[in-house]
């Protein structure tokens, strides 16, 4: 599969925000042109809420306004342009991020089927919202069901690379309890967006690898990692 190159000087001088992502998307399965790149499998949901084909994006690319342009949107970066990507994973350590990236693909493959699955209840969940009532309770008992499943995926990837997370500052207890919160929190949500990781689960990891999962994480503490790694 050809992989997609930095354009990032292709587009400079265009009037871009420079903390738009400057690659091009969907991602290539083995993207790895930028240093903070962090894979995720992403199943879009139509405005009607039907499940879409799956693709590989970034769980730190997010939507972000155009001060410019009232309702119009690029993708964002949200720890920002090129030099902040390049100081946030020298200040959080490449082969951590590496080897991330490398069981984050293994956990997709094994999921990917029940991933599907979840866009496919979500959507269902939502599109039965407007009747309310039994029609309603019976997608979200779906959803619940199908994510219960998931969470069986889960639990047998961190059996056999528990290990490994651990070794990368990853505490397998940690990471179940995450998912299970993220999800939760999915499934009672009234849309199909990603939810926001809370701070009582991420003050479950070590401090040195909050940011990894959020980089807003720990405030100044995060921003001077990434001034030091510049």
């Known amino acids: 599969m050809a992989r997609r190159g930095n354009v990032e000087g292709a ?6 925000p420079a903390d738009a992502c400057p690659y091009a998307r969907p991602f290539a399965a083995d993207f790895d042109d930028c240093p903070a790149y962090h894979p995720a499998w992403f199943t879009p949901l139509t405005t009607g809420y039907d499940a879409m084909t799956p693709v590989w994006t970034c769980s730190n690319l997010v939507p972000g ?8 949107f690029y993708g964002r970066c949200r720890i920002g342009d090129a030099a902040a990507r390049r100081g946030w994973v020298d200040a959080l350590h490449a082969r951590r991020l590496a080897g991330l990236r490398r069981l984050a693909v293994e ?10 699955e979840l866009m496919e209840a979500k959507g269902a969940q939502l599109q039965a919202a407007a ?11 779906r959803l619940r069901d199908v994510a219960a499943r998931w969470m069986g995926g889960l639990d047998a990837f ?14 397998p207890d940690a990471i179940r309890a995450l998912c299970a919160d993220l999800i939760d929190t999915w499934v009672a949500q009234e849309d199909s967006a990603p939810p926001q990781i809370s701070d009582e ?10 940011v990894l999962l959020d980089p ?11 001034a030091e790694g510049q």
């Open 65 to 72: 306004a155009l001060p410019v342009a009232a309702a119009r």
């Open 158 to 171: 961190l059996a056999r690379r528990g290990g490994e997370l651990a070794a990368l500052g990853f505490p």
């Open 131 to 141: 009747a309310g009532g039994a029609a309603r309770d019976e997608a979200t008992a």
């Open 201 to 210: 689960t991420l003050r479950l990891f070590p401090e040195d690898v909050r």
């Open 216 to 226: 807003n994480a720990g405030g100044d503490a995060a921003s001077e990692a990434v």
């Open 107 to 116: 956990l997709t493959g094994q999921t990917a089927a029940l991933t599907g």
């Open 11 to 16: 587009r400079a001088g265009q009037g871009r």
